[in-house]
């Protein structure tokens, strides 16, 4: 039904839905009589998706579970939630077997990005912790855009957001280390638009073990508890601890009929020899489930495989050509860049040359002011060996003057001793003329007694006591006389002894000659060769300079032949990719938490120890015949 004829009349009953994108949310009023299929396109319309083959409307049943809109059933004749309004969830429905060859708008890509990011950071997608950082890097550049040195801050980027809890918990690295983990990786993608972000993003998340799956808990006959994966490339079957690796799968090509028998699923095969593939779940709901996903996936599986639609061809010319101009107006860009670039590079050039021409005039100016120092300095060193001579002799001068001078305080003190010797002879001498006078007294004294004693006794030998007084006066007189002569002598060895005249004259020019040697020492020239560093830094720069090379119209040609050969790129840049994620993994390795590993990083581990990937993988278990595979089913 037109939607222009549905929604005609507004007196015609509706009811309130609520859509949710992982981008946007949106209100309508639906009229009661509307099937899935008109909400469906009216969703589809509103936000501008022509891809609608891979998206389905999800809501949550009365029990609880999960279930999609049936598009021509009524929306009020299904078990949807009865509340106003009524919600529903906008999600991919069923995968591409390559993003890159089959999504066709932008906007189809954007919401498979967004999905596919919000299930790998639920952890519903396994993804190795080195690939986690990689598509977080991805995920960076489509929201902010190229990495910028200038305005990028450290602590902007929420983990939560990038990684899955599983990979933060599992290695002992605060936030700050994985986020300079993702920027290294993320200022790799420069120039890189949103669009283009995203479909690398999507194109390594298609090659995750567990992208585009959706399990189901079954068993076979034997009870055993099973997980049944449908995807766009057939069934597989999984261990129920191991949902990486599937050990068996049956491709669509190889499936010919389904039925489904409330619990119990049957596939019967195209290979009519074989017996069918029987498998039961819980419920019959969830047999309804994978019937419809499994018919979704076979239609679209057989689709790939047809010539396109007129459709789907006007959609991939429209996206070629807005690829083309998108392509085109980014070389305008880039030419229009590189022609500024080369401006601001020729100024700059004209700049620098201008600096160059003023540094060599600086640097001819330091070569003649080096000159006129070294010439300044080589007199300088002539001065200086003239005073270091003249500083020599006089050195020598001063050692003879301390000689002389040693010698004349040596006899001082020669001297000196003489002159105390001669002090302590005088006092001597003084003390023995006291003596003697005081003796002389004493006898003087016994000299008179004795007179009148004499003259009492013996008057009559008064001739003979004269004579004999004229003697003794004779012998006083003469010792007098010889007493004063030894004083004189006494008096005359006492006097201080001068120096020689010689030895004076000598001691002046000494010190004459000191003050000359001192004083010198003042006149000699600071000398510093200024200038010289910078002479050196001209030099640099000059050298430098003559090294500048500039981006011409070569450049551009040869930009442009790059852009077209992005198949020749993407393979280098994947090889590239690799090697950074090994260097990744072997640097984080040490930082491990090893009890906080998982089953399924132990299956991924075992898978690389053993070179297998997702692909070779589904090979290796859709080999051998169907009744073979079926066999080895049931004996799981």
Known sequence: MPLRNLFRGRSAKSFPVKIVTLDAELEFNLPWRANGRDLFDLVGRTIGLRETWYFGL????????????????????????RRSPVPFVF?????????????????????????????????????????????????????FGDYNPATYQGGALSMKELLPQRVISQYQMTPEMWEERIRIWYADHQGMTRDEAEMEYLKIAQDLGMYGVNYFNITNKKQTELWLGVTALGLNVYESENKLEPKISFPWSEIRNIIVDDKKFTIRPTDKTAPNFVFFSKNSRMNKLILDLSIGNHDLFKRRRKPDTIEVQQMKAAAREEKLRRQLAREKQLREEVGRQ????????LQYQEEMRAANDALRRSEETAELLVEKSRIAEEETMLLTQKASEAEQECQRAHLISAKTQEEKMIMEHKVREAEMLVSKLVEEGERRATESDRLQQELIRARIAEKQAKEKLTGFVQSFNASI?????????????????????????????????????????????????????????????????????????????????????QLSLEIEKERGEYLERSRHLQQQLRHLKSEIEVLKVEENQTVLDAVY????????????????????????????????
């Open 91 to 143: 999600l991919a429905k069923f995968y591409p077997e390559d993003v890159s060859e089959e999504l066709v708008q932008e906007v189809t890509q954007h919401l498979f990005f967004l999905q596919v990011k919000q299930s790998i950071l639920n952890m519903d997608i396994y993804c190795p912790p080195e690939m986690s950082v990689l598509l977080a890097s991805y995920a960076v550049q489509a929201k």
């Open 473 to 557: 006066s004779h012998t006083a007189v003469n010792s007098s006389v010889l007493n004063a002569s030894l004083l004189n002598a006494s008096l005359l060895n006492s006097s201080t002894p001068h120096l020689p005249a010689s030895a004076l004259s000598h001691s002046l020019v000494v010190g004459s000659s000191n003050d000359m040697a001192i004083g010198s020492t003042g006149d000699l020239p600071d000398l510093t060769l200024g200038g010289s560093t910078d002479a050196l830094s001209s030099t640099y720069v000059g050298r430098e300079l003559m090294s500048l090379d500039l981006l011409n119209d070569t450049d551009v040609e």
């Open 58 to 81: 999800q809501y949550e049943d009365s029990k609880g579970d999960f279930a999609w809109l049936k598009m021509e059933k009524k929306v009020q004749d299904q078990d949807i939630p």
């Open 605 to 636: 581990h075992e898978q690389l120890r053993s070179g297998e990937t997702k692909y070779s993988t589904l090979r290796r278990t859709r080999s051998g015949t169907t009744r073979t595979r079926v066999a080895f089913f049931e004996e799981l």
């Open 342 to 349: 080369k401006v601001e590079l020729e100024q700059r050039l």
